[in-house]
């Protein structure tokens, strides 16, 4: 069973399949490449995950532009025996912040490279004041409700194991080419990297904290993020080159991040 947002979709990846249309599920995502080495039968196999799906979506209806998804919890029973879940980004906004972020980048770059202000991060301060972090208090609200969620997991599948799964590497932990790719200051890709690690850390200590695994998915694609080399990224830019939408992964990405799935539930297999 995959739970989760446009990370475990997969929108923009060849080709699409699944209902509804507008939750934009691919056939190369990571649950159906999981399902496929794990040698899961179609009939058992459930992908209800969609695309812009926050906390709210796991226990209530989404309505698409395409249609609905049912609320995803809905598919699991008392028989389902894996369970993958995929979640955070959107409740913290994290499309619409790296938009943001570009946006201050155009006039930062416009304007002299903070050569004028001193400001190499003028994204961060429109969200970040003294100790005030409101991405932060965001991160921490998505970290009580995945508790709350993976409770009720657990009480709809009891059987199930459950695989909490981290975000790749969106941005490296400095600029470096990222002017070109993303648009964006370098400060700011500082403080973009550090708010999706914190977003990961929480991802962790939450499935930890409920008996759950925790797939890390940024250890392996650490250098192959948006702002890294075509050939090898997993994560496209603001204008992908790849079949993918706008920062989110690519076909690699989605082999990269079932490959961290795999590799977790056989090593829970072993302990």
Not at 78 to 84: E, G, I, K, M, N
Not at 123 to 136: A, E, L, W
Not at 189 to 196: G, I, N, P, S
Request: with cysteine.
């Amino acid at each position: 069973m995959a739970l989760g947002d446009s990370y475990t979709a997969g929108p923009g990846v060849p080709s699409r399949t699944g209902t509804p249309a507008g939750c934009d599920r691919s056939d190369h995502n990571y649950p159906t490449l999981v399902a496929h080495e794990l040698g899961v039968k179609t009939a058992d196999f459930h992908d209800m995950s969609c695309t812009g799906a926050t906390v709210d979506d796991l226990t209530a209806p989404r309505t698409t532009d395409h249609g609905t998804n049912p609320a995803q919890l809905s598919a699991l029973t008392t028989h389902t025996a894996l369970v993958t879940l995929g979640i955070g980004g959107n409740d913290i906004g994290f499309s619409k912040l790296i938009t943001q972020c570009a946006k201050s980048g155009i006039l930062y770059f416009a304007t002299g490279s903070g050569k004028y202000t001193g400001n190499h991060a003028p994204c961060r301060s429109q969200y970040v004041d003294g100790t005030t972090d409101t991405v932060r208090q965001k991160i921490n609200t998505v970290g009580d409700r995945l508790a709350d969620t993976l409770a009720e997991v657990g009480r709809r599948a009891p059987q199930a194991r459950v695989y909490v799964v981290g975000y790749p590497a969106i941005l490296p932990a400095t600029a470096g080419d990222c002017g070109r790719d993303m648009g964006l200051a370098p400060g700011d890709v500082t403080f973009l990297h550090q708010e999706q690690q914190q977003l990961n850390t929480t991802l962790r200590q939450r499935a930890k904290g409920a008996g759950a695994e925790y797939v890390d998915t940024y250890a392996p694609s650490n250098g192959h993020d948006a702002c890294s080399a075509r050939e090898t990224r997993w994560v496209e830019p603001l204008v992908p080159l790849a079949p993918a939408v706008p920062v989110h992964p690519d076909a690699r990405g989605e082999r990269g991040m079932a490959d961290a799935v795999i590799n977790t539930i056989n090593a829970s297999r072993g302990s």
